[in-house]
């Protein structure tokens, strides 16, 4: 079974940044997309970012674009997501997911990953 071991996060100002990261426990295929989510009290989880590790594609929620950065280390099968200009509608638990195989358009869909990180809390206050 694949493990995803996610580390960052914490408590920021806003306007502040921090950068989560994600490592898997086995290789990175080439039909891999690596993703994160996330989920606020009373929210459902909703996208943020994913990459698809062959082609380096990227995808972002539009409420995050220009802020946020999904990038890899394929040495170290590891995402990070590195936040910048947080707002507090950014706290949230952040997911980070695997999905050995997906189709393409379909890297926004928290359904159709197969593995999940344990979460981290993102807390964005003044």
């Known amino acids: 079974q694949e493990q995803l071991v996610q580390s960052g996060g914490g408590l920021v100002h806003p306007g502040g940044s921090l950068r989560l990261s994600c490592a898997a426990s086995r290789r990175t295929e080439s039909n891999c997309y690596m993703g994160w989510f996330r989920q606020a009290p009373g929210k459902e989880r909703e996208f943020v970012a994913a990459?698809?590790?062959?082609?380096?594609?990227?995808y972002y929620a539009d409420s995050v674009k220009g802020r946020f950065t999904i990038s890899r280390v394929n040495a170290k099968n590891t995402v990070y997501l590195q936040m910048n200009s947080l707002k507090p509608e950014d706290t949230a638990i952040y997911y980070c997911a695997a999905a050995d195989n997906i189709a393409p358009g379909a890297a926004r869909a928290p359904s159709r990953y197969d593995y999940w990180g344990q979460g981290t809390q993102v807390t964005v206050s003044s």
């Open positions: 990459i698809n590790w062959s082609r380096i594609g990227t």
